[in-house]
């Protein structure tokens, strides 16, 4: 064949995955299609409230728009490599992606709610040291597709319906991965779960956790209105410096003006700051005092009780890690002493134990571009069982299991 005729060959396009469309792109793909709004708000319905895949059982389409969508669009969820139940009703998924990467979702029932962990990255850049995932380093952001696929698996399995049979209620972008470095990714995705035609969420059913990349915080108030979820951790710059090295670039005072300014957008909302407690580092009473003042000082700018809510997370440990869990005596105090000074404060109950759902235990499988992966690897090698990992500079991520419970 010559290179003439090879440029000749027009290859089909490759077929548009429907799961990486939000409303507005489902519209104007259809619009391409020379087919009007209500038929893409139709095809939505099918693939979100009935779960279906395949275009040749939507029957109400009419068999010319079925074959036009066969011959251009696929519906395609990621893969499902390992499909866990756990005892207490956790359901964990691993679903594979490309080139033998793999990450993690998890379904965590509770009390009349349910809530799913979203991942939102194949592993994470932030390096932030008590985290597992970090350990994986990073390989690339999800795709729309991606990450509402993993919503679309849990929906199926569930039998899910939006408004009618509401087993999945709350989403939270907790996952592996800094879901705001996958900006453009991860808001289309949160369009679609908060759609009434997708997975129809209350914008504040969906939560997105941020190690604190302020000026996406700032982007996210302009494009979303979602439940925002700050990983604090410490209550100094030089002690969250060194648990999240994104502080050095974004130090505390600057993360909590953006918090403020997300905050202010709309009357009566609220921001979760997150504190995963370890032994020794942050589970002191001066630290309890330190984050009771910042809280406070956050409330009084907002002239707000409870603009401010703390979620501790008791530290979950995870192979080669040199962090612990303080005794459960020392988590009481410190949320004792948080809610001595007004401060609305609430414990993560673990779940999932059982099959390593829980925050920081979410494993995947990163193909690592940065050597993180085998640096970590290395010095675990290295130490032999008991020595500690953590203050060798060890990065980490993180990927949860476990939703808020209130103490
Ligand atoms: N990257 C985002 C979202 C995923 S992390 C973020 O950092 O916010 C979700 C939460 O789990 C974060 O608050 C994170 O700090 C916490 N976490 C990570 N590793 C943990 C561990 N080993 N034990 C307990 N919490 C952990
Ligand atoms: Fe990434 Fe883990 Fe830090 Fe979140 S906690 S930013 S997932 S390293």
């Given at each position: 064949m010559t290179a003439h005729s090879a440029i000749a060959i027009d290859p089909t396009p490759a077929p548009v995955n429907?799961?990486?469309?939000?409303r507005a792109g489902m519209v104007a793909l259809f619009a391409s299609l020379g087919e009007p709004r209500y038929r893409a708000e139709q095809v939505m319905k099918w693939i979100?409230?009935?779960?279906?895949?395949?275009?040749?059982?939507?029957?109400?389409?009419g068999k010319a728009l079925r074959a036009k969508l066969e011959a251009a669009c696929v519906v395609t969820p990621p893969k499902i490599l390992f499909d866990k139940p756990s005892a207490d009703g956790t359901h964990k998924w691993l679903l594979g992606m490309d080139g033998g990467n793999a990450i993690e979702t998890v379904f965590i029932p509770d009390k009349g709610r349910g809530t799913l962990c979203v991942s939102?990255?194949?592993?994470?850049?932030?390096?932030?040291?008590?985290?597992?995932t970090g350990t994986q380093g990073f390989n690339r952001n999800l795709t729309v597709a991606e990450i509402v696929g993993q919503v679309w698996i849990a929906a199926k399995h569930l039998g899910n319906i939006p408004?009618?049979?509401?087993?999945?209620?709350n989403v939270v972008?907790?996952?592996?991965?800094?879901p705001l470095m996958n900006f453009d990714n991860v808001v289309p995705a949160m369009s679609v779960m908060r759609d009434d035609l997708g997975f129809g969420l209350a914008n504040k059913r969906v939560t997105l956790s941020t190690s604190g990349l302020v000026p996406m915080i700032d982007k996210l108030g302009e494009v979303a209105d979602v439940s925002l979820a700050i990983s604090l951790h410490a209550p100094t710059d030089a002690l969250r410096s060194s648990l999240v090295p994104l502080n050095k670039k974004y130090p505390i005072e600057q993360l909590l003006a953006s918090c403020l300014r997300y905050a202010q957008r709309k009357p009566r909302t609220s921001i979760t700051f997150e504190y995963t407690l370890m032994k020794g580092i942050n589970d002191q009473p001066e630290h309890a005092r330190g984050l009771a003042k910042l809280m406070r000082g956050f409330n009084a700018k907002l002239q707000r009780e409870n603009a401010a809510k703390v979620n501790l997370i008791p530290f979950n440990p995870f192979p080669g890690t040199g962090y612990t869990r303080p005794p459960e005596e020392d988590i009481r105090q410190f949320q004792t002493l948080l809610m001595h000074s007004q401060v609305l404060t609430t414990v993560r109950r673990t779940r999932g134990d059982d099959i390593d759902a829980a925050c920081g235990q979410l494993k995947g499988r990163v193909l690592d571009r940065g050597g993180r992966q085998a640096r970590f690897n290395r010095t675990l090698a290295a130490?032999?069982?008991?020595?500690?990992?953590?203050?060798?500079g060890q990065p980490s991520e993180h990927q949860p299991g476990d939703v808020d419970a209130a103490a």
């Open positions: 429907l799961l990486g469309l939000d979100y409230h009935r779960h279906e895949t395949d275009f040749a059982a939507m029957t109400d389409l939102s990255q194949v592993g994470c850049a932030m390096a932030c040291t008590f985290c597992s408004h009618r049979q509401r087993k999945l209620t972008m907790m996952g592996m991965g800094e130490h032999t069982a008991g020595n500690t990992l953590a203050g060798a």
